[in-house]
Each structure stands twice: as structure tokens, then as C-alpha cells.
């Protein structure tokens, strides 16, 4: 039987003793616990410098390349009509700005429609083509008809006329069109219309009769013209020997008195009375009065042969006038009586004679109409998915009632500028006329029928820059001033200071200098030794500590080398040094000067930075791999585009047949890739070589597919007549292919041209191997310049220069820094051995703690064992002393 309570029948304490020696067993435990304390302390001391310096990198990632340390400041004198932003490459100054017009897009509107899903049309198959481009030698506006009688002679009554619901002031004097031009001029700034008279000129069938003036029977006779006599005749004058239409050109010719009064009068003469054809004309458009005045018997004159009687006459020549809009909106002609000044009530204006040009760079597109889309709401969304640069909507004015027709289609250029003015042709298919109901509707031609109303026009920002005229086809002004740009708000003046952003360096320098003391003191406190408390930082002595503060340390008391153009080699120069404890300090005053002497050259102490001998190479980045120093460039081939070079020199006109469509492959990979090739549509119609090379361009790359992935054509006519289309892109990615799907023949217009892939870039760099792709030319892996890219341009093979590339210190100690960070990083490294060293002591300890238990029952089933034998014992001696007792108590 066992002992449930040990020590009970031996009076041995069993527990006390196994404890005792179970204490002196598990002494080890505390070793282990004492390690992975330490272990895990380093972890954690491992984990504030991760922290530390991932804060230290963060605030270098503004410091790393130049353009952030170079920044100029533009600040305009008024901020509403302008704003500014300057690159590195501004030269600092006051510019003056003048904005007097703002760009705007070109929208156009439909008449009404009573619903916007009734059918227009007969359904008939027809394409409707857009394209892009600028007016040119034309105004938007109206042109008027002759004058009214009655105002010639009574003049413009007043309230007869209003523009844009300005009332023009008009009385019995507005008898002319130069009258009624000035009265409309006079409230331009108020209607924002312009008018200009056109010449009044006699007709010139006047003159085709001129008999002999006879006044032999006792009359006279008196021509003038605009209150000039410029013929006169007394009584008793025989036919043939007074005025004739020979003596009156004699009189009209020449430097004669009458030629001088009549210019006097600013009126010009044309043509001869002999010819039949005289004229007279006065530009301004003043009224030309033309008066036969007669006395008594005579024969002859204006409209008489020779002998037939002339009772006088008096003609009265009047211009015209055209209402000129400013911006190219809408005119609101109103009044009482516009007729009489030659004007139609109402809202209108068209371009008139005007010149369109189709802008190359902009895209063309069409659509097709068909019984399946010919709705208002159908042409909508057919030109919405188009993607060509045209956005349609439909729009209602409100109208509502029997009759109404208060939808309106509405089309708007997406881009504004004056190359964005819209033309829009249809055609029809299979040799058919495009619908005509159609071509009521969407038929617009600034150069011609125009059947959609402009309510506001294409047009450019215009402004002068210290005095210089620029234009702009968006509210952005670059290019005046060079790593400037404006962006116009409004009209007006001001002006705009571009000044180095000392101040945002000097943050910068500051901030670097903080951070790095900021790490210092926490790096520090990390391997510190106090000798007074004889407490140590948990890396104190370790290796990882100490090899990152020599590191940033010895970096920073480098010379940055590679680019010798630049005058700053080290921090101290602008007044950046280490003090005595360790940390950095800014001198002010040095930096100033530093800043004012250096601006530019502060980014190469802190940035990588590249530069070249040669400006045709520039600098696209590096990595970390890239070694600092100047290395020499020898290009052995240029990038160049892939090209379709046609053979036969375009006539005079080509004329593309209706339902032509092509198909283009641009830019195309191996293996293939769908998305490169599209289907165009050209639009039917004949076209010069000019207009041939845009309607190309525009037409493919119009393709939403090609420009969504960044590819572009042009296309250009040759000296030798023939046309040439060329991939925007550079390099053995870049080319293109067209083949015919239908209609007129590629053939016809490319000949027997065929198609040249692009090639890529190729040479080295410092005489080490470089990969070119297109235009980028990148050190190869292995040497010092692995990872430097280069961009390629110029047009020279060979030796182009040497390029220096250094590696300022934020961007050194950002790879530094990059090195210890980051999973693969060396602390990540370190951490992860601690952690694997404290998982394997808790695998050593748990294994002892096993052991201990294997231990512990051994000690209690030995001193249990001895429990039991030493109260087998006692029980034995008990009985024997008793039975001992009894005998003797027995003798």
C-alpha cells in the first residue's frame, strides 16, 4: 500500500526535499530566460532603428532628385487674371502679362425638334464625317442688304434698330451706310458687334449708253458726282462739240482738276464712258449721288443716245453694311424697323467668305447613320462614341404646345483653341446622295453651307508677355518665357515675379540636417554606455549599429564627384558641418551665399543628377547599381521611326470613293496583339496632297485604340510629291502597315511603297555595353554605369560628348538607407536571426522543462520509495521494541 502524504510514516519532509532539489535542477531555466530577454530587447532595439531610419529615408525622398531643390517661385501681382508655376529652368525676372482673350471651344446647335425620338430621315445609309481645324480670312457675322429707299432720303428713325438688345441710336442724318456703320460702332462695347460699311458704288449699266450732249436748242447742262461738276455744258453747244463720253473719260484720266476733287471727295472712278462700264465709288460707304441736272432743250447723256431728249436724273448709289460679332456669338438683331437698314430680325451669323484648313494634329472621325440609329438621340450617342473629339447632347429651350420643337442638338469641340473649329461633310453609299434631311441638319462648312448656328466660337487665349504677342489654344501660356507657364483666369493685366524659392531650400537643407540628428541621437541611445549607472543601449557593440553610423557618417564627409561643371563638392561649402557631439549644424550666412552664388548647383550636393556635353543627351534616371563619374558616349545607330513611304507622287487631286475603309496596323507586337489594328473610314470627296496627308493623319489617329495606348501617326508630303506616314514612335516597337478592306486602293495613293520597322538606339556608354529601346539608351548590368538611362535625340553617329552622372548625398543615403530597410534588408536580416535564436531557445527550454519533469518524478518516487522503507522500518522497530517490552515484562 502507498503512502498518499509522503513523509507521514518516516517523518521525512519529501516535498521540501524535492523542491530543494528540483530549485537547484531548473537553475539553468533563468540562463535561457536571460537570453531570450536579450535577444528579444536587440529585436526590439532593432525595430526603433528600422523605424528610425525609414523616417530619416522619408524625409530624403523630397531631397533625391534636382527638380526639388531647384524650384523658382512665380507670384502674380493679381492672382484672378493669371497664376504661374516655374521650373528649374526659368531665369528669375518680372514678366509682364496682358490677357485680352480666353480660349474657348466651339459649340454649334440643331434646330428644333418636337421630339428627340422621331426618325430624321429616310433611314438611307450615310456617313458623317468630323474634322478639326482653323478658320482663316473670314468674320462671324451678318451681312446686310441694301438700304431702304426711305433711308437714303429720310434717314434711320429712331428705335429702328437694336443689337444684342442695345438700342443703336440712329436719327434723319442716318442716311448711309458709313452713318449707320459709325451710329452701330458707337455701342461696340456695350453689344460687343462691329459694323463695317461697304462701298457704295454706282451700277454699272449706268454708263452703257453716253450720247453726245446737245444743247443747241438753248438748255444746259450740268454732271456731277457727290456734289463734284464734273461735266458742264452751256447753251448753244452742238452735239459732238461739248461733252461726249470721250471728253468725259478726257476729264476723268489723268492729274485734272476734276480727278483731284473727286478724290478730295474719297471717291475713286473705274471703267470709261466710252467702254460703257463708268463707275464711281466711295469706300467708306458714304452715298455717292450721281445728278444729270437740266435746263431747257437737251439731247443726250446717261441712258440717251444720241438726239434723244434728257429730261435729267439723279441717282443715288448706298453701301451695305456686315455686323461683325467679337467673339464669334450669335448677333440679336431687333427693332422697329431693321429692314430698313438692310437687316432681317432675329438671331443669326454665319463666317463669311471663309477659309477652312483641317488641322493634321487633331483627330477625323465618322459615323454612320442608318434606319437603326436616325434619331436625334441616335445621332447623339453615335458621335459620343466616336471618341474624335466632338461631344454631342441634346438640349431643350423649354418651348412646350402644339407646334413646339424645343429639342436642339448640341455639338461641342472637347478641346477649345481655334484649330478646333468643327466641319462637318456627309456622304452617302453605294454611289447615293447622303440623306438630305440629314444634311439639313449636320451640314457645316465655315468655307461654306453652314446649316448648324455657332453659339460660341473656337477660339485661342491671346495675350502679350513683356510686350510679345502670344497665342495659346488653352487657357495654359507656355513657351513665352522659357520654364514658365501661365494660366490665364480673365482679361486684364499684371505681373508675374519668378524668384529662386530660397526659402523652400532652405526648409529642405534644414529639415535634412534635423532628420539626420534626429537618427544620430536615436542611433546613439541605441549602443550607449552610461559609466555612472553602468547600464548599457541593447546594441551596445553590435556590429549591424556601428557598420550603419560609420556608413552615414563616412558618407556624409565625402566629395561628390562625377559632375565637374558643378563648383559645390561637399556640404561644408554651404555651410552644413559636423559638430563636436556628432551632430550637423547649418551655418546660415554660408548657405545664402552658397544660394546666391550656387543656386542650381545646391541640387547636385543632394540629388542624383546627369548632364551632358552634348544638349541632344539628357539624363532619364538611374539605380542603385549606377556608379558616380563622367563617361564618354560613342552612338553607333539613332533610334528611328517605323515608316510607310509611298512611290508614287500624288496628283494635283485624289478623290477617295465612298465606302472607303482601310485597315491599319500600328505599333504591333510579336506575338500580335489585337488592340494595334483598327478599320478607318475615309470620308468621300477629292483632296489636294495637303489635305490628303491631314485627312491620313487625322483619320488614324482618330482611333480610340491607338491613342489609349499612345500611338500617333503623321504624315507629310514630300519634296518629291509623295507622301509618307511615320509612327510617333521610336525604336524596333515602331511601325505600321495599311491594307485596303474597301473602296479606293492603298495602292493608288502609296504606289508600290512598302513598310520600314523602326530600329532602337545602340552604342555605350564610358565604353561599357548599353541596351537601347527606341530613344533610351541603358547601362548595362556589371559596371559602373548599370541602370544609367540616357535619352537619344540629334541626328550624329559616333562620339557625341561625355555625360557626368553623381550620386549627391540624400540619394546616397537613401540607397543606404534602402540597404538596412525592407524585407531583404539587413535589419530584416538581423531580426530575423534574434527571432530564430529565441525560438530556439524556447525549444531548448521547453525540452529542459521536460526533462525537469522526468527529473522531478524520479527524485519523488526515490525519496517516496525511501519514505516508504524508512516507515516499514520505524513500524518494524515499533513492534520489536514492543514485543522487547513484553518479554522483558514476561521475565
Do not use: C
Given at each position: 500500500?502507498?503512502?498518499?502524504?509522503?513523509?507521514?510514516?518516516?517523518?521525512?519532509?519529501?516535498?521540501?526535499?524535492?523542491?530543494?532539489?528540483?530549485?537547484?535542477?531548473?537553475?539553468?531555466?533563468?540562463?535561457?530566460?536571460?537570453?531570450?530577454?536579450?535577444?528579444?530587447?536587440?529585436?526590439?532595439?532593432?525595430?526603433?532603428?528600422?523605424?528610425?531610419?525609414?523616417?530619416?529615408?522619408?524625409?530624403?525622398?523630397?531631397?533625391?532628385?534636382?527638380?526639388?531643390?531647384?524650384?523658382?517661385?512665380?507670384?502674380?501681382?493679381?492672382?484672378?487674371?493669371?497664376?504661374?508655376?516655374?521650373?528649374?529652368?526659368?531665369?528669375?525676372?518680372?514678366?509682364?502679362?496682358?490677357?485680352?482673350?480666353?480660349?474657348?471651344?466651339?459649340?454649334?446647335?440643331?434646330?428644333?425638334?418636337?421630339?428627340?425620338?422621331?426618325?430624321?430621315?429616310?433611314?438611307?445609309?450615310?456617313?458623317?464625317?468630323?474634322?478639326?481645324?482653323?478658320?482663316?480670312?473670314?468674320?462671324?457675322?451678318?451681312?446686310?442688304?441694301?438700304?431702304?429707299?426711305?433711308?437714303?432720303?429720310?434717314?434711320?428713325?429712331?428705335?429702328?434698330?437694336?443689337?444684342?438688345?442695345?438700342?443703336?441710336?440712329?436719327?434723319?442724318?442716318?442716311?448711309?451706310?458709313?452713318?449707320?456703320?459709325?451710329?452701330?460702332?458707337?455701342?461696340?462695347?456695350?453689344?460687343?458687334?462691329?459694323?463695317?460699311?461697304?462701298?457704295?458704288?454706282?451700277?454699272?449699266?449706268?454708263?452703257?449708253?453716253?450720247?453726245?450732249?446737245?444743247?443747241?436748242?438753248?438748255?444746259?447742262?450740268?454732271?456731277?458726282?457727290?456734289?463734284?461738276?464734273?461735266?458742264?455744258?452751256?447753251?448753244?453747244?452742238?452735239?459732238?462739240?461739248?461733252?461726249?463720253?470721250?471728253?468725259?473719260?478726257?476729264?476723268?484720266?489723268?492729274?485734272?482738276?476734276?480727278?483731284?476733287?473727286?478724290?478730295?471727295?474719297?471717291?475713286?472712278?473705274?471703267?470709261?464712258?466710252?467702254?460703257?462700264?463708268?463707275?464711281?465709288?466711295?469706300?467708306?460707304?458714304?452715298?455717292?449721288?450721281?445728278?444729270?441736272?437740266?435746263?431747257?432743250?437737251?439731247?443726250?447723256?446717261?441712258?440717251?443716245?444720241?438726239?434723244?431728249?434728257?429730261?435729267?436724273?439723279?441717282?443715288?448709289?448706298?453701301?451695305?453694311?456686315?455686323?461683325?460679332?467679337?467673339?464669334?456669338?450669335?448677333?440679336?438683331?431687333?427693332?422697329?424697323?431693321?429692314?430698313?437698314?438692310?437687316?432681317?430680325?432675329?438671331?443669326?451669323?454665319?463666317?463669311?467668305?471663309?477659309?477652312?484648313?483641317?488641322?493634321?494634329?487633331?483627330?477625323?472621325?465618322?459615323?454612320?447613320?442608318?434606319?437603326?440609329?436616325?434619331?436625334?438621340?441616335?445621332?447623339?450617342?453615335?458621335?459620343?462614341?466616336?471618341?474624335?473629339?466632338?461631344?454631342?447632347?441634346i438640349v431643350s429651350d423649354g418651348a412646350s404646345g402644339t407646334g413646339a420643337t424645343p429639342y436642339h442638338l448640341v455639338l461641342t469641340s472637347t478641346a477649345t483653341g481655334a484649330s478646333s473649329t468643327m466641319k462637318i461633310t456627309l456622304a452617302g453609299s453605294g454611289g447615293a446622295d447622303p440623306d438630305p434631311d440629314l444634311v439639313s441638319l449636320l451640314g457645316y462648312d465655315p468655307a461654306g453651307t453652314q446649316n448648324l448656328s455657332q453659339k460660341?466660337?473656337?477660339?485661342?487665349?491671346?495675350?502679350?508677355?513683356?510686350?510679345?504677342?502670344?497665342?495659346?489654344?488653352?487657357?495654359?501660356?507656355?513657351?513665352?518665357?522659357?520654364?514658365?507657364?501661365?494660366?490665364?483666369?480673365?482679361?486684364?493685366?499684371?505681373?508675374?515675379?519668378?524668384?529662386?524659392?530660397?526659402?523652400?531650400?532652405?526648409?529642405?537643407?534644414?529639415?535634412?540636417?534635423?532628420?539626420?540628428?534626429?537618427?544620430?541621437?536615436?542611433?546613439?541611445?541605441?549602443?550607449?554606455?552610461?559609466?555612472?549607472?553602468?547600464?548599457?543601449?541593447?546594441?551596445?557593440?553590435?556590429?549591424?549599429?556601428?557598420?550603419?553610423?560609420?556608413?552615414?557618417?563616412?558618407?556624409?564627409?565625402?566629395?561628390?564627384?562625377?559632375?565637374?561643371?558643378?563648383?559645390?563638392?561637399?556640404?561644408?561649402?554651404?555651410?552644413?558641418?559636423?559638430?563636436?557631439?556628432?551632430?550637423?549644424?547649418?551655418?546660415?550666412?554660408?548657405?545664402?551665399?552658397?544660394?546666391?552664388?550656387?543656386?542650381?548647383?545646391?541640387?547636385?550636393?543632394?540629388?542624383?543628377?546627369?548632364?551632358?556635353?552634348?544638349?541632344?543627351?539628357?539624363?532619364?534616371?538611374?539605380?542603385?547599381?549606377?556608379?558616380?563619374?563622367?563617361?564618354?558616349?560613342?552612338?553607333?545607330?539613332?533610334?528611328?521611326?517605323?515608316?510607310?513611304?509611298?512611290?508614287?507622287?500624288?496628283?494635283?487631286?485624289?478623290?477617295?470613293?465612298?465606302?472607303?475603309?482601310?485597315?491599319?496596323?500600328?505599333?504591333?507586337?510579336?506575338?500580335?496583339?489585337?488592340?494595334?489594328?483598327?478599320?478607318?473610314?475615309?470620308?468621300?470627296?477629292?483632296?489636294?496632297?495637303?489635305?490628303?496627308?491631314?485627312?491620313?493623319?487625322?483619320?488614324?489617329?482618330?482611333?480610340?485604340?491607338?491613342?489609349?495606348?499612345?500611338?500617333?501617326?503623321?504624315?507629310?508630303?514630300?519634296?518629291?510629291?509623295?507622301?509618307?506616314?511615320?509612327?510617333?514612335?521610336?525604336?524596333?516597337?515602331?511601325?505600321?502597315?495599311?491594307?485596303?478592306?474597301?473602296?479606293?486602293?492603298?495602292?493608288?495613293?502609296?504606289?508600290?511603297?512598302?513598310?520600314?520597322?523602326?530600329?532602337?538606339?545602340?552604342?555605350?556608354?564610358?565604353?561599357?555595353?548599353?541596351?537601347?529601346?527606341?530613344?533610351?539608351?541603358?547601362?548595362?548590368?556589371?559596371?559602373?554605369?548599370?541602370?544609367?538611362?540616357?535619352?537619344?535625340?540629334?541626328?550624329?553617329?559616333?562620339?557625341?560628348?561625355?555625360?557626368?552622372?553623381?550620386?549627391?548625398?540624400?540619394?546616397?543615403?537613401?540607397?543606404?538607407?534602402?540597404?538596412?530597410?525592407?524585407?531583404?534588408?539587413?535589419?530584416?536580416?538581423?531580426?530575423?536571426?534574434?527571432?530564430?535564436?529565441?525560438?530556439?531557445?524556447?525549444?531548448?527550454?521547453?525540452?529542459?522543462?521536460?526533462?525537469?519533469?522526468?527529473?522531478?518524478?524520479?527524485?519523488?518516487?526515490?525519496?517516496?520509495?525511501?519514505?516508504?522503507?524508512?516507515?516499514?522500518?520505524?513500524?518494524?522497530?515499533?513492534?520489536?521494541?514492543?514485543?522487547?517490552?513484553?518479554?522483558?515484562?514476561?521475565?
Amino acid at each position: 500500500m502507498s503512502i498518499s502524504s509522503p513523509g507521514i510514516g518516516s517523518g521525512l519532509d519529501v516535498n521540501s526535499i524535492v523542491s530543494k532539489l528540483m530549485a537547484v535542477e531548473s537553475a539553468p531555466l533563468t540562463d535561457f530566460d536571460n537570453k531570450t530577454a536579450s535577444y528579444q530587447s536587440q529585436v526590439s532595439a532593432f525595430g526603433t532603428m528600422s523605424s528610425a531610419l525609414s523616417t530619416f529615408q522619408s524625409a530624403l525622398s523630397g531631397l533625391t532628385t534636382a527638380s526639388s531643390l531647384q524650384t523658382l517661385t512665380s507670384t502674380p501681382a493679381d492672382s484672378t487674371v493669371v497664376s504661374a508655376t516655374a521650373k528649374s529652368t526659368a531665369t528669375a525676372g518680372t514678366y509682364r502679362v496682358n490677357v485680352t482673350q480666353l480660349a474657348q471651344a466651339q459649340t454649334l446647335a440643331s434646330d428644333g425638334f418636337k421630339s428627340t425620338t422621331a426618325t430624321v430621315g429616310s433611314g438611307a445609309k450615310t456617313t458623317i464625317s468630323f474634322s478639326l481645324g482653323t478658320v482663316s480670312n473670314s468674320e462671324f457675322g451678318i451681312a446686310g442688304t441694301a438700304l431702304a429707299n426711305s433711308m437714303r432720303t429720310s434717314g434711320l428713325s429712331a428705335g429702328s434698330l437694336a443689337i444684342n438688345g442695345t438700342t443703336i441710336v440712329t436719327n434723319n442724318t442716318v442716311r448711309s451706310a458709313r452713318a449707320l456703320a459709325d451710329a452701330i460702332n458707337d455701342k461696340t462695347t456695350t453689344t460687343g458687334v462691329s459694323a463695317k460699311a461697304s462701298a457704295a458704288t454706282t451700277d454699272a449699266s449706268l454708263f452703257s449708253t453716253f450720247g453726245d450732249i446737245d444743247t443747241s436748242g438753248g438748255g444746259t447742262y450740268t454732271l456731277s458726282v457727290g456734289g463734284v461738276d464734273i461735266a458742264v455744258q452751256a447753251a448753244g453747244v452742238a452735239g459732238g462739240s461739248g461733252i461726249t463720253a470721250a471728253s468725259l473719260d478726257s476729264a476723268l484720266s489723268g492729274d485734272t482738276a476734276i480727278s483731284r476733287a473727286l478724290a478730295d471727295a474719297n471717291i475713286t472712278v473705274t471703267g470709261t464712258a466710252a467702254g460703257g462700264d463708268l463707275q464711281f465709288s466711295n469706300a467708306d460707304g458714304s452715298n455717292v449721288a450721281l445728278t444729270e441736272s437740266v435746263t431747257g432743250a437737251v439731247t443726250g447723256g446717261i441712258g440717251n443716245s444720241a438726239g434723244s431728249t434728257n429730261i435729267g436724273s439723279s441717282v443715288t448709289a448706298v453701301g451695305t453694311i456686315t455686323l461683325v460679332s467679337a467673339d464669334g456669338s450669335p448677333i440679336t438683331v431687333g427693332g422697329s424697323d431693321p429692314a430698313s437698314a438692310g437687316l432681317t430680325a432675329g438671331v443669326g451669323g454665319n463666317y463669311l467668305s471663309a477659309d477652312f484648313t483641317a488641322d493634321a494634329t487633331r483627330t477625323m472621325g465618322n459615323i454612320v447613320i442608318d434606319s437603326t440609329n436616325n434619331t436625334l438621340q441616335g445621332i447623339t450617342d453615335a458621335i459620343n462614341k466616336g471618341n474624335f473629339g466632338v461631344t454631342a447632347s441634346i438640349v431643350s429651350d423649354g418651348a412646350s404646345g402644339t407646334g413646339a420643337t424645343p429639342y436642339h442638338l448640341v455639338l461641342t469641340s472637347t478641346a477649345t483653341g481655334a484649330s478646333s473649329t468643327m466641319k462637318i461633310t456627309l456622304a452617302g453609299s453605294g454611289g447615293a446622295d447622303p440623306d438630305p434631311d440629314l444634311v439639313s441638319l449636320l451640314g457645316y462648312d465655315p468655307a461654306g453651307t453652314q446649316n448648324l448656328s455657332q453659339k460660341s466660337a473656337a477660339a485661342d487665349t491671346k495675350a502679350t508677355v513683356n510686350g510679345i504677342a502670344v497665342t495659346s489654344s488653352s487657357t495654359s501660356i507656355s513657351g513665352a518665357v522659357t520654364g514658365v507657364t501661365f494660366t490665364a483666369l480673365k482679361a486684364g493685366s499684371t505681373s508675374v515675379t519668378v524668384a529662386k524659392d530660397t526659402t523652400t531650400l532652405t526648409s529642405s537643407i534644414n529639415a535634412f540636417v534635423s532628420a539626420y540628428n534626429d537618427l544620430n541621437t536615436q542611433l546613439s541611445a541605441l549602443g550607449a554606455y552610461d559609466a555612472d549607472t553602468k547600464t548599457s543601449g541593447p546594441l551596445l557593440g553590435d556590429s549591424t549599429l556601428r557598420n550603419l553610423q560609420s556608413s552615414i557618417r563616412s558618407t556624409l564627409s565625402s566629395t561628390i564627384t562625377g559632375l565637374t561643371s558643378s563648383s559645390l563638392t561637399n556640404l561644408s561649402q554651404i555651410g552644413v558641418s559636423f559638430q563636436k557631439d556628432g551632430t550637423l549644424a547649418v551655418d546660415s550666412a554660408k548657405l545664402t551665399t552658397a544660394m546666391t552664388d550656387n543656386f542650381n548647383d545646391i541640387a547636385g550636393l543632394f540629388a542624383a543628377v546627369g548632364r551632358g556635353t552634348d544638349p541632344d543627351i539628357s539624363f532619364v534616371s538611374s539605380s542603385t547599381k549606377t556608379q558616380a563619374g563622367s563617361y564618354a558616349l560613342n552612338i553607333t545607330q539613332l533610334a528611328t521611326q517605323g515608316t510607310l513611304q509611298g512611290s508614287t507622287v500624288l496628283p494635283a487631286e485624289t478623290t477617295i470613293d465612298q465606302d472607303t475603309t482601310w485597315t491599319v496596323t500600328l505599333n504591333d507586337t510579336t506575338p500580335p496583339k489585337l488592340a494595334n489594328t483598327a478599320t478607318i473610314t475615309l470620308p468621300a470627296g477629292t483632296y489636294n496632297p495637303s489635305q490628303l496627308a491631314t485627312l491620313l493623319q487625322s483619320s488614324i489617329n482618330g482611333v480610340s485604340a491607338f491613342s489609349t495606348a499612345g500611338s500617333s501617326v503623321t504624315a507629310t508630303v514630300g519634296d518629291d510629291g509623295t507622301l509618307k506616314l511615320a509612327s510617333a514612335a521610336y525604336g524596333s516597337a515602331s511601325n505600321i502597315t495599311i491594307t485596303t478592306s474597301s473602296g479606293t486602293e492603298v495602292s493608288s495613293i502609296f504606289g508600290s511603297g512598302s513598310s520600314v520597322a523602326g530600329v532602337d538606339v545602340a552604342g555605350t556608354i564610358g565604353g561599357y555595353t548599353a541596351t537601347g529601346k527606341g530613344q533610351t539608351l541603358t547601362g548595362a548590368a556589371g559596371g559602373p554605369v548599370d541602370g544609367l538611362k540616357l535619352t537619344v535625340t540629334g541626328d550624329t553617329t559616333g562620339s557625341r560628348g561625355t555625360f557626368g552622372f553623381s550620386q549627391g548625398y540624400a540619394y546616397m543615403l537613401n540607397t543606404l538607407a534602402a540597404g538596412y530597410l525592407g524585407s531583404s534588408g539587413t535589419i530584416a536580416g538581423r531580426t530575423k536571426g534574434l527571432n530564430a535564436s529565441v525560438a530556439d531557445i524556447a525549444q531548448q527550454r521547453a525540452d529542459f522543462s521536460s526533462r525537469l519533469t522526468d527529473i522531478e518524478a524520479r527524485y519523488r518516487a526515490q525519496y517516496t520509495a525511501l519514505d516508504t522503507t524508512v516507515a516499514s522500518l520505524n513500524s518494524t522497530s515499533t513492534f520489536l521494541t514492543q514485543q522487547l517490552a513484553a518479554i522483558s515484562a514476561n521475565n
